[in-house]
Nanobody, 114 residues
Framework: QVQLVESGGGQVQPGGSLRLSCAAS????????MAWYRQAPGKQREMVAR???????NYEDSVKGRFTISRDNTKNTVYLQMNNLQPDDTAVYYC????????WGQGTQVTVSS
């Protein structure tokens, strides 16, 4: 199985930025499709951003232009750069890896407030 460990969450003021990291244990990280999901209180889990093994990206509409997903295959790590954060971005953010099966991290809390 693949272990995913998220880091970089925290509290930030509206308009601020955070960079989330997800470190994967697999040695074939380069062929995995990676994604970030989030779940806010009282809401369904939603995909925030994804990046394929080829580097193609896709974003949820509300974060498009503000968030950037990237990957470093030499470090087995996927990142989520979050800019101009808003209170509605408050959620637990989860890292996801998919090839034949799916794996999930434990999540990292992002809180956007004054």
């Amino acid at each position: 199985q693949v272990q995913l460990v998220e880091s970089g969450g925290g509290q930030v003021q509206p308009g601020g930025s955070l960079r989330l990291s997800c470190a994967a244990s697999t040695t074939i990280f380069n062929i995995y499709h990676m994604a970030w999901y989030r779940q806010a209180p009282g809401k369904q889990r939603e995909m925030v951003a994804r990046i394929s093994s080829s580097g193609s990206t896709n974003y949820e509409d509300s974060v498009k232009g503000r968030f950037t997903i990237s990957r470093d295959n030499t470090k087995n790590t996927v990142y989520l750069q979050m800019n101009n954060l808003q209170p509605d971005d408050t959620a637990v953010y989860y890292c996801n890896a998919k090839l034949l099966y799916e794996y999930w991290g434990q999540g990292t809390q992002v809180t956007v407030s004054s």
